[in-house]
């Protein structure tokens, strides 16, 4: 694999990670949204990552990584019995998001792990590139 490649493959990982963390982080801002833009209850979201080979047409060529789709949770969410709430239905029962904090945090971490991996390479590709010039010099 070539200097460029390999950046690419690193830098196609640093994109979807940073999406990924953005993706968890609003779904935590809005853990308890009751009310969206369009009336309803917020809906969890999860990135959907695809690969890209570098080589079209090659299916053994290395692969990069692409964000094809951020996709919104289609479970039926949290009802909690809270009548004195403004968005309760008649029954006394609020539809809040099915996103569990834990879950965003451990994808938080990871996603924050996975970033600093591919920042790593991305250095690393750096000091090997200087060193190679450094050895025509």
């Known amino acids: 694999m ?5 950046l690419r493959i690193s830098g196609s990982g640093l994109s979807a990670e940073r999406t990924r963390v953005n993706v968890a982080t ?24 695809s690969p890209v080979p570098l080589e079209a047409g090659n ?18 969410g ?5 009548p004195s709430h403004p968005d309760a ?8 998001p099915d996103v569990n904090p834990i879950h ?3 994808n938080l ?3 924050s792990r996975s970033y600093e991996a591919n920042a790593t390479a991305v250095d690393t590709l ?4 200087a060193r190679a010039l450094d050895i025509t010099r």
Not at 27 to 49: I, M
Not at 126 to 129: D, E, S, Y
């Open 2 to 6: 070539d200097f460029l490649s390999a």
């Open 26 to 49: 609003s779904n935590l801002a809005n853990a308890e949204s009751t009310r969206g833009p369009d009336g309803q209850p917020y809906r969890r979201l999860d990135p959907v990552f």
């Open 59 to 76: 299916p053994d060529s290395p692969a990069a990584v692409e964000v094809t789709q951020i996709k919104p949770d289609e479970g039926p």
């Open 78 to 82: 949290k009802r909690m019995y809270l």
């Open 89 to 96: 239905d008649s029954q006394g029962f609020v539809t809040l």
């Open 104 to 106: 965003e945090v451990v």
């Open 109 to 111: 971490m990871s996603a």
């Open 126 to 129: 750096k000091t090997m590139a």
